[in-house]
């Protein structure tokens, strides 16, 4: 059981050029979720799939692009690189549990990450 | 604009005292609360979760939830140098995405 993988661990890009970031997990999850973390800005979400076949933006969607290919699968795609856009990436998965009155748990389960640096 | 608000720190405790960690959220309707920890060039790990209000022990560790102050908190009894790491707080509306904090760096003197 590896819980949440992503490929590759490490990318330099030059600016302009276009890559994908590649996740799944083996928990059987219906959510997933990509991350940004920047020195002094926390973690910021980029784009989330609360269940297969739907996708939403997050905080900073802008010059991404996600594919939710199947359940395991969520992709996060960079177009056209900036440097604005290094940083270190992480995919989550959760699901959504219930308890009496809550609807909803969201224990969300990360990725090793991947760490993107722009020229 | 739901915000999570922690003190960057770094917090400094000796080893086998009792480390504090705070959180305040600004969303009312907020329904689950977390601790996720972070060591440096690592992935959050969650290391403790809180659904109402009170207090939820987990061996060292005790989440405690004021849902009408709006504070959740985190501490660490006996605390060792394996613990210094960055703690994350994070809290979600049902059906609805976390929202993290900029997370409280510890660390535990030996």
């Known amino acids: 059981n590896a819980g949440v993988t992503q490929t590759p661990k490490f990318q330099v890009l030059k600016t302009g050029q276009s890559m994908t970031l590649q996740c799944a997990q083996d928990?059987?999850?219906?959510?997933m979720y990509w991350y940004r973390q920047d020195p002094g800005m926390g973690l910021r979400l980029i784009y989330y799939s609360a269940s297969e076949g739907t996708t939403d933006k997050g905080e900073v969607p802008n010059g991404y692009n996600v594919s939710r290919l199947n359940k395991r699968e969520f992709s996060l795609r960079l177009e056209s690189a900036a440097p604005s856009q290094t940083s270190v990436y992480f995919c989550?998965?959760?699901?959504?549990?219930?308890?009496?009155?809550?609807?909803?748990?969201?224990?969300?389960?990360f990725g090793p990450g991947t760490r993107l640096t722009v020229l | 604009q739901k915000e999570v608000e922690q003190n960057s720190g770094p917090l400094s405790v000796p080893e086998g005292a009792i480390a504090s960690l705070n959180c305040t959220y600004s969303?009312?309707?907020?329904?689950?609360f977390f601790w996720y920890r972070q060591y440096s060039g690592k992935s959050p790990e969650l290391i403790m979760s809180?659904?109402?209000?009170g207090d939820k022990e987990d061996g060292r560790f005790t989440a405690q939830l004021n849902k009408a102050s709006q504070y959740v908190s985190l501490l660490i009894r006996d605390s060792q140098p394996s613990d210094s790491a960055t703690y994350l707080c994070?809290?979600?509306?049902?059906?609805?995405?976390?929202?993290f904090g900029k997370g409280t760096t510890l660390s535990v003197s030996s």
């Open positions: 989550a998965s959760s699901d959504w549990l219930s308890s009496g009155y809550l609807s909803s748990y969201n224990e969300q389960f």
């Open positions: 969303d009312r309707g907020s329904q689950s």
């Open positions: 928990m059987n999850h219906n959510s």
């Open positions: 809180i659904y109402s209000n």
């Open positions: 994070a809290v979600n509306q049902a059906g609805t995405a976390l929202i």
